[in-house]
């Protein structure tokens, strides 16, 4: 029991966080910005500034899509279900313990993005009052169709890149106050941003030929989020942030891979990684190309290595919990399944997998996309069982 004058460790980490943001200055810095030739170069990196508390990244890109079918047989690019979010085909994440953080795709960030907040991340809605609220500013933008006397059209589609967990809570930050090591954002342009036959779920337009516009350049703006004016603690190492450690042991991470070998009516097993705390799973049928509305899946299990089954729904039943989380339906063929509030631990639960189990398998080209969100500890991930990996 505690001394009525001692202060227990609970009520020094409280006042550790507190202390953050009363005293703390938050602050969003833009980063110099990169304009590239897409025919020339499709990745950048970007190294963050050497200071204060990071909580994450906010990314703009922005170029021209066109339409290079003319003549009066050209068709219009159509835009698929994950659009827009397709404009980075790869982010990295990469700490100054050389720990990789992230290593997923621009369609599951933006999903992330808009799960952990109240309503899609950038939309806007119209409320009934005589009062011209409404969708006035074209924050994110790319156009439905692009016809062939059209031309182009103008992408734009920001992304969050998360390192702490949220604003306020404070998980998975990382403290960039170093001088002898350096973290890296690596992002990648999709390449194929038009797919004129085939597989169009990771493009952003398909049914014609086009892509970037030739001789246009793509921008890539950052903006580090971090929490500036920190106070420091005199150490025999120096000085210390006064942070709580298990904040900043604390990794927050986005995966994702492709799996396949499905078969008709038998449970395909997609695993959850040892050692970690799963916050929401992304699974999307891409079936040989083609992304439907739950007419190819029998069931999803949330089932335990003792064969303990968890819980079972239907590919109706995911969706009416997906309707609660983002005030809208996922684009097709995405089922979102959300374990924030009761986290899945590995750890506790020991190997835990989702089974999928399809009604229709068209061919070898079906797949699962598939993204995790979860924490681990930076002292247990290296002796983690690894996730699948791949996209």
Known sequence: ???????????????????????????????????????????????????????????????????????ASGVALTRTQFGASNALRNIVFTDTNNQTRHQTQGWHVGLVNSAKQPMVMGAAYSPNVPVNYGNNWTVQSAPSSISVATGDGVVQFYYYIPLSYSKFDLRGAMWAGITNAVAQLQLEINP?????????????????????????????????????????????????????????????????????????????????????????????????????VGSDINDFKLMTANTSQIWKMGPDEAALLARSTFMADPPNGTYYFDSRQRPINTQQWGNVQIMVNPSVVTSSASVLWVGWEYFTQANQVTNAQSLPTGG
Not at 240 to 246: A, E
Not at 255 to 269: K, M, R
């Open 192 to 292: 194929t941003p038009v797919v004129a036959s085939g597989d169009a779920t990771g493009a952003i337009y398909s049914g014609n030929t086009g892509g970037w516009k030739s001789g246009s350049t793509v921008t890539i703006s950052v903006w580090q989020d971090y929490i500036d004016q920190i106070q420091l603690a005199n150490t025999p190492a120096g000085p210390q942030p006064l942070v709580p450690s298990d904040l900043l042991q604390t990794l927050y991470c986005l995966n994702n891979t492709t799996l396949t070998g499905l078969t008709v009516s038998q449970d395909y097993g997609v695993p959850f990684g040892n050692w970690r705390q799963f916050l929401s799973t992304v699974i999307v049928y891409d079936n040989a190309g083609t992304l439907n």
């Open 1 to 71: 029991m505690a001394m009525p004058n001692q202060v227990t460790a609970a009520e020094q980490r409280a006042q550790m966080i507190a202390n953050i943001f009363n005293y703390g200055i938050e602050r969003l810095q833009p980063l110099p910005p990169v304009s590239f030739n897409p025919a020339n170069q499709t990745q950048v990196t970007i190294q963050p500034q050497n200071v204060g508390l990071v909580r994450g990244f906010l990314v703009k890109v922005a170029g021209t899509i066109t339409n290079t079918n003319t003549g």
